[in-house]
């Protein structure tokens, strides 16, 4: 079988800045000098696992403001192929801090620029200039704010009626509207399923493990008999459940000395959907994307393996 050509595509592009320090004191001026800067966001991180796996792949997203060439020049040194549209809006930058004596990683996030007039349109247009030369599609994250609202599930139609094989690691309204297009794999982690099913702060929601396997299977039951699409659900450094042949099952995680965990997520995509793509069975799928998101985590670089 000849290797799959994946499009990632992801419309919200990060720059991210990880700072590592032995300790933290609240409150005080806390100093480094072990820190990085790298081109991420959902779709950079799928893209560029997919390239170190020897996968060939292409990144789709918008980009704009003064540090797009530093973007770019990013992407390019760690090999990752991009196309982009213009959006008019800075990339935003989010932040990792890493305290060892703690042994935690902090995110602090910023909210996406909203993106200018006519951004959707640009990147539906780019869209349909590469979709052609691609064989899958793994669509990652949220969307900026200013895209149309039906962003998202239109690209996701496009790539069904291209004939392309989907795989999507999305939630909320974004992925309700897309499930009709049969993807071949949803990837949410838990949080993200369950928000996607269930209205913020519904008091009725029960979280003990029980019930949350009873909800998960139901989900995995209805999107495999109603969409044609498999379900695996990550839990961090917990068991992945995955909905195969009718049950609910488990892979468990190795015991790990995680160091950043930034881009685990998206390395276990990559994985997952280049196994699948392979021929892989659902199973190892899963147990190729726990392999690659504890890789990531044991190291400093978010959204690598490497």
């Not at 949410?188 to 029960?206: C, F, I």
């Amino acid at each position: 079988m000849p290797a799959s050509r994946f499009l990632a595509v992801c419309l919200n592009p990060v720059i991210q800045n990880t700072l590592v320090f032995d300790r933290i004191l609240r409150g005080e001026v806390n100093r480094t000098g072990e820190h990085r800067v790298d081109a991420s966001g959902k779709g950079v991180n799928v893209a560029r696992v997919l390239g170190q796996l020897g996968c060939e792949a292409l990144y789709l997203a918008q980009l704009g403001g003064p540090t797009r060439e530093w973007f770019l020049a990013m992407c390019e040194a760690d090999g990752v192929r991009t196309r982009w549209a213009e959006s008019n809006s800075e990339i935003r930058v989010c932040t990792t801090v890493i305290d060892r004596a703690e042994g935690h990683a902090t995110e602090l996030v910023e909210e996406a620029r909203t993106v200018g007039e006519g951004t959707t349109e640009r990147l539906l247009a780019e869209y349909a200039l590469v979709l052609p030369g691609c064989d899958a599609v793994i669509v990652s994250g949220t969307k900026a704010a200013g895209f149309a609202e039906d962003t998202i599930p239109s690209i996701v139609r496009l790539a069904a009626q291209a004939g392309k094989r989907i795989y999507l690691d999305i939630k909320g309204a974004d992925l309700v509207a897309s499930l009709p297009f049969r993807p071949v794999l949803v990837k949410p982690n838990l949080e993200e399923l369950l928000q996607t099913r269930s209205p913020v702060g519904d008091a009725k929601l029960v979280r003990d493990e029980a019930s949350l396997r009873a909800f998960v299977a139901a989900v995995g039951r209805e999107y495999s008999e109603s969409f044609g699409a498999s379900l695996i659900v990550t839990r961090g450094a917990r068991s992945t459940w995955y909905w195969e042949d009718g049950e609910l099952r488990d892979c468990p995680a190795s015991k790990i000395e995680a160091i950043n965990p930034t881009g685990s997520g998206d390395s276990f995509m990559a994985g997952a959907a280049a196994a699948m793509e392979e021929g892989g069975t659902l199973k190892e799928a899963v147990a190729e994307g726990m392999r690659l998101g504890s890789l990531n985590a044991q190291r400093l670089k978010p959204g690598s393996i490497l």
